[in-house]
């Protein structure tokens, strides 16, 4: 197959020239003349959403430890200037057997945190945390797939955002993949 980037039981990525085809499961996703590029209207919109769920944050925690909330973890990490463990709530995305999180619009707190101690316990469900390492994505076809999944594995109305934001999130995301320790 000409111009064959990546290939697992499960995914095949092709390159082709500015184009992507991304496939796994039987899904066909192409990302055509998808050249990531900044917004600050996404931008905005990530920041006012972000800035609802911290407000909400609170009520959010109690329903994951509760009954559960989606594709929702907790991710705890160690402060990279106090060494204080920090949890915040991520979405745990699932690809080719592999997890992954990340931030849509740049680098925040947690993702910063999580660069500088490339380590981290993730929770599923609250009574399961597991330890994991954490290496950042770069750009390419495994950060691509995880794009595309994480607007397929989002929640509506989340998914509906991470859709059309997918330009700008290709541009601006921090994206790890996680992996047992």
Not at 1 to 7: E, F, S
Not at 26 to 55: E, H, K, N, Q
Not at 129 to 140: I, K, T, W
Request: glycine share 8%.
């Amino acid at each position: 197959m000409a111009g064959l980037v990546a290939a697992s039981a499960d995914s095949v990525f092709v390159g082709i020239g500015l184009s992507r085809v991304a496939v796994w499961n039987g899904a066909c996703t192409v990302l055509r003349a998808m050249t990531p590029r900044r917004s600050l209207a996404w931008d905005l919109i990530f920041r006012v959403a972000y800035a609802f769920i911290r407000i909400t944050d609170p009520l959010l925690r109690w329903t994951w430890f509760s009954v559960g909330l989606g594709i929702t973890s907790r991710l705890t990490v160690r402060g990279r200037r106090t060494g204080r463990q920090r949890s915040v709530l991520v979405g745990l995305i699932r690809v080719d057997r592999r997890w992954y999180v990340g931030h849509p619009n740049g680098e925040v707190a947690w993702t910063a945190n999580l660069r500088h101690a490339l380590a981290a316990s993730i929770a599923p469900r609250p009574e399961a945390p597991l330890d994991v390492s954490a290496r950042p994505l770069e750009a390419g076809p495994e950060r691509d797939a995880v794009i595309v999944a994480t607007a397929e594995q989002q929640p509506f109305p989340a998914n509906l955002l991470y859709r059309g934001a997918r330009r700008h999130i290709l541009s601006e995301g921090r994206y790890f993949r996680l992996e047992p320790r």
